[in-house]
């Protein structure tokens, strides 16, 4: 990155006359623009950090925001200064006015397997598809700030009917169990600004220059709090691009660009078009394709960093053939040119693509990082354990509660939980406030009451160390209490059960490691558990390939990076196309172009594996539409024999010297 900004990113740091969007090209310092805003502000500006708030999609790109602006503040107080993601913002406002809504300070953040228990339940279902599909019409609904009623009169069809039928008793389910889905963390802080003018107020004097990146990924919710919390001042800096908008199809509406310039009138717009992260040759490919795309602003990248190597497609025989061919050409590439694992990724539209990826990589003893695999807290051991956190943080989370009493079983069946559920649904409680009240121990037999009533009196007791004691030493007792590794190796194999324990492990070292340096409490800890991404840090240090989506690797960027399954069908994908979403998969491409910073591989299949078929397959429309005076092709039925073979003898050659390198 260049040593002091260029001119369009310098205005973009010192505009303050009005609301300003930054159309920010691919690798064009877009987060450099953010953090020295931010300190621009601080220091030139006379802005108190509290009321600057910046606004991003993941934690990841939070934290990274963070690191920027302490360097830049180096060492200065940047005290109630916000940097998060919307889901987090939406978190800290609900916290303080939740009762102004109705809910308790504690309420459970519910995670997408809580709800959809909950939906399976309403839904009278135990299909999975089904269960998805209701759990996403429901989640689109929110996020367009629809009303159970409002979805019911919409409704097209019958699964649409049904589906609204269960958002009316899923939103009271979780208004019952003192909880919320992610999608309340957006949708439920619009409707308190929009309902009660003085808290509005109150948070748009709080928070008086709002940042927002990747502008171009808001949905409708999350544009509404925008212009909420901007209010009539709309002192805020968004930061876009509309060639990068990839998330359609999770709500995300690119129109909120669009309108934009609309809603407000005096808005600004400066442009990033100067690359600081790929050669001529690849930023000419990207230009060359998306402007097949219809355009909301003009833009075009351009860089000086050199014209650097052609970009090279492979034509493979089939997808077995492309994964062999892309690791060895990695190989050899990487040999050529003395470099790390790190500077390489494999990317490609589905992660079914991986599957033969890594075969051979393993075969090769290539490290790999693979993206989009489990996350830490989705394993069952450590949802376990949360559990029992969840309910130490709020009792009254209910499926907290059912999870914490059956694992490990405490002699407390599934008659009893039923009895239970039945009497707490008639009064309106909480399963735990159920269990000890005088007229549920009139329902059931003293055999079974009394390890319920163990099992609450356990939880209580905890409770009172969680809210005033070091995270460790608790969450080490609850541990031995619960006898949990004990559980596991009753219930596992061997070597499964080490495995779980070990993550255990891990994760309460963390913990307590967390709450130490943070001064905060297990309760503390618990209450935004849900929202944490752990261990981020430990792949950064790890030289591997990366192999990942190409909407996980948005953000990112490589020195070589290798495109594949380049094929129609696949990238575009087929059911984009059915769907006419062919200028979203077209971006879709663009990112993935625009990881690489020095060299750039394509491939794609003559044919494809599918189950027991093999079909014949074309290549990408998107292939053409990057022009071909900088692609070089190799392969496929039109190469000659005696090509075929040097590249053979060539593959052979490279591989014994690779043997000898080890």
Same mark, same amino acid.
């Given at each position: ?76 107080? =940047? ?96 208004? =019952? ?257 159920? =269990? ?227």
């Amino acid at each position: 990155m260049m040593s002091s900004p260029n001119a369009a990113q310098r205005e973009a740091i010192r505009y303050l006359d009005g609301p300003l969007l930054v159309l920010a090209g691919a690798g064009s310092g877009k987060t450099r623009v953010i953090t020295e805003k931010i300190a621009y502000l601080i220091e030139s500006c006379g802005f108190s950090p509290a009321n600057i708030a910046a606004i991003t999609f993941t934690n990841k790109a939070a934290k990274e925001m963070q690191e920027r602006v302490n360097k830049l503040l180096a060492g200065r107080p =940047a005290a109630g200064l916000t940097i998060s993601t919307f889901h987090a913002l939406g978190v800290r406002i609900l916290r303080e006015e939740a009762c102004t809504l109705g809910y308790k300070p504690n309420f459970s953040i519910l995670d997408a397997t809580d709800c959809s228990a909950i939906v399976s339940e309403l839904a009278g279902s135990v299909d999975k598809a089904t269960i998805r599909k209701v759990q996403s019409l429901i989640s689109n609904w929110k996020n367009a700030l629809r009303s159970p009623d409002e979805a019911r009169k919409d409704a097209r069809n019958d699964t649409e009917l049904s589906a609204a039928n269960a958002f009316a008793s899923y939103s009271a389910t979780l208004q =019952a169990y003192q909880a919320v889905d992610f999608d309340d963390l957006i949708a439920l802080p619009v409707a308190l600004f929009e309902n009660h003018p003085e808290l509005r107020g109150k948070w748009q004097n709080r928070l008086r220059y709002l940042l927002i990146d990747e502008y171009q990924d808001t949905n409708a919710s999350q544009y509404r709090l925008l212009k909420l919390l901007a209010g009539p001042r709309a002192a805020f800096t968004a930061v876009g691009d509309d060639d990068q908008a990839i998330y359609g199809w999770r709500g995300a509406d690119i129109e909120n660009l669009r309108g934009l310039p609309r809603d407000y009138p005096s808005l600004k717009l400066i442009k990033l078009e100067q690359n600081y992260r790929s050669t001529v040759r690849i930023l000419k490919a990207a230009n060359a394709l998306i402007s097949h795309n219809e355009k909301l602003f003009d833009k075009k990248l351009w860089s000086d960093l050199g014209h650097g190597d052609p970009i090279t497609v492979s034509i493979c025989q089939d997808n077995e053939k492309e994964a062999e061919a892309v690791v060895m050409k990695l190989q050899a590439h990487r040999f050529e040119h003395r470099g790390t694992f790190r500077d390489y990724a494999i990317l490609y539209r589905g992660n079914f693509q991986a599957r033969a990826l890594e075969q051979f990589l393993r075969n090769q003893r290539i490290p790999y990082l693979l993206s989009g695999g489990q996350s830490f807290f989705e394993k069952a051991e450590i949802k376990d354990i949360t559990a029992y956190l969840r309910l130490l943080a709020n009792e009254d989370d209910d499926p907290a509660f059912i999870r914490a009493v059956s694992t490990p079983r405490r002699g407390v069946g599934a008659s009893t939980l039923q009895a239970l559920g039945s009497y707490a649904g008639e009064r309106h409680r909480s399963l735990f406030a159920a =269990a000890t009240e005088q007229g549920f121990a009139q329902r059931v037999p003293g055999r079974q009451l009394a390890p319920l009533l163990e099992f609450c009196e356990f939880i209580e007791r905890l409770q009172e160390r969680a809210r005033r004691e070091p995270a460790a030493p608790v969450v080490a007792d609850l541990l031995k209490a619960i006898a949990y590794e004990d559980w596991l190796n009753e219930h596992d194999e061997k070597r499964a059960a080490r495995s779980k324990w070990s993550n255990v492990q891990e994760f309460c070292d963390w913990l307590g490691r967390k709450g130490s340096e943070e001064s905060r409490t297990l309760v503390d800890l618990t209450q935004t558990i849900a929202l944490i991404t752990m261990l981020d840090q430990k792949e950064a240090d790890v030289d591997a390939v990366q192999l990942s989506t190409l909407h996980a690797a948005k953000g990112l960027e490589f020195r070589h990076v290798f495109l594949i399954g380049i094929e129609e069908g696949v990238l575009p994908h087929r059911e984009a196309q059915a769907d006419g979403r062919i200028e979203e998969e077209r971006r879709l491409m663009y990112v993935g172009i625009t990881r690489a910073q020095r060299s750039l591989h394509l491939s794609y299949g003559e044919r494809r594996k599918q189950g027991r078929e093999t079909i014949p397959c074309e290549p990408s429309r998107f292939i053409t539409e990057m022009g071909s005076e900088d692609l070089r092709f190799s392969g496929g039925q039109s190469a000659a024999a005696p090509d075929k073979a040097t590249n053979s003898d060539r593959l052979a050659a490279m591989k014994a010297m690779l043997a000898k390198a080890r």
